[in-house]
């Protein structure tokens, strides 16, 4: 397949993804407010789960790819994997800031404070910090090869926190609701479907951000071959 | 390839040793005593009529979503601007290539 014809192809998938994912937030943001219940307990302030949650999936989407990338361009050097770690990391850690917002909103009317070190919390906020310093180590002008493998290096370590996140609501004493377990979740049935939705279309936007910041770091690195080469030339 | 197998073998190490000191071991003595996980809320439910809060939850909802659309908005503003920026600097670049090449 020659390139054009795979550029158009890519295209193609892009705005198919794209168009669904739209579609999917308008029906997710309907079955939101519509059709999901008010919270017995905690009243409306719950429907931030709706998104909070999709969001926090949506971060381990983008940290797990950082780390995925990182070590394929640790095995074999190439600009593309690079690429998708630096993604990955950038999206991971912006859906990484809207769960660290939005949760205190929440938390403040659930527990009366904006934040407590729940495991939970903490392990979030530590996963935050790690991937906020890739992106600072990656943003100091051009990034050279050592560079690159040391951030290389700290997206796996990054990596380790991801399952200390998952587990810590059933391993540690904390706080932090457990509505969604592997026995069936505490969750309504029309609760249930709004906040599937927003699963799906979270994971539809992480991969369309990831996507398209992956390509426009690969046309960085494009640029940034092409000054070296008429520098030396 | 060196700096991976340090990555693994340190990723290893911490995730065997941090949840073993860090956990809290099962609950001894009382045999009907819950466990940490079990004595989280487990459910939402919801209500069934009308239903007065004591702080305003509309208002903290309203703040999330506003936080949620805000940041994918200057995300998406960055991601443009970069894509511009690159954009402008390879078309520069390509002419002073093909400038030096035509000298």
């Known amino acids: 397949m020659n390139i054009r014809a795979r550029q158009s192809g890519n295209a193609t998938v892009w705005a198919l993804l794209l168009f669904a994912t739209l579609a999917l937030f308008g029906v997710t943001l309907y079955m939101v407010f519509v059709v999901a219940p008010v919270e017995k307990q905690m009243g409306i302030v719950q429907k931030i789960f ?3 949650v999709p969001s926090a999936y949506a971060m381990y989407v983008g940290f797990g790819v950082s780390a995925v990338g990182s070590a394929m361009y640790l095995i074999k050097r190439s600009p593309k994997w690079d690429a998708l ?3 990955g990391a950038e999206v991971g850690t912006l859906f990484c800031l809207i769960v660290l917002l939005t949760g205190p909103l929440w938390a403040r009317k659930a527990w009366g404070v904006w934040w407590t070190w729940d495991p939970r919390l903490t392990t979030t906020l530590l996963a935050g910090m790690i991937f906020a310093a890739y992106l600072a180590l990656r943003s100091m002008g051009s990034a050279g090869e050592v560079e690159k493998r040391f951030a290389a290096g700290l997206a796996l370590f990054g990596l380790i926190d ?11 004493r904390g706080v932090h609701p457990t509505v969604i377990t592997g026995k069936g979740g505490g969750l309504e049935s029309e609760m249930y ?11 539809g936007l992480a991969i369309l951000l990831i996507w398209a910041r992956a390509s426009a770091e690969r046309q960085r690195e494009e640029a940034a071959s092409l000054r070296f080469e008429l520098m030396h030339r | 390839m060196r700096a991976l197998i340090s990555a693994v073998v340190l990723g290893f190490t911490l995730l065997l040793t941090s949840p073993t000191f860090a956990d809290d071991g099962p609950a001894t003595g009382d045999a009907g005593a819950e466990t940490a996980a079990e004595e989280r809320a487990a459910q939402f439910v919801g209500v069934t009529g009308p239903d007065a809060e004591s702080i305003p939850g509309g208002v903290l909802l309203l703040t999330a979503y506003a936080i949620v659309w805000a940041l994918l908005f ?6 443009r601007g970069l894509q511009r920026q690159t954009a402008e600097e ?3 670049l390509s002419a002073e290539v093909q400038a030096s090449e035509g000298r």
């Open chain 1, 162 to 172: 991801l399952p200390l996140i998952h587990y810590s609501v059933q391993r540690w």
């Open chain 2, 90 to 92: 390879l078309e520069r």
């Open chain 1, 50 to 52: 709706y998104f909070h």
């Open chain 1, 85 to 87: 770690g630096v993604a």
């Open chain 2, 74 to 79: 200057l995300f998406l503003l960055r991601l």
């Open chain 1, 193 to 203: 479907w709004a906040l599937s939705l927003s699963f799906v279309a979270f994971t």
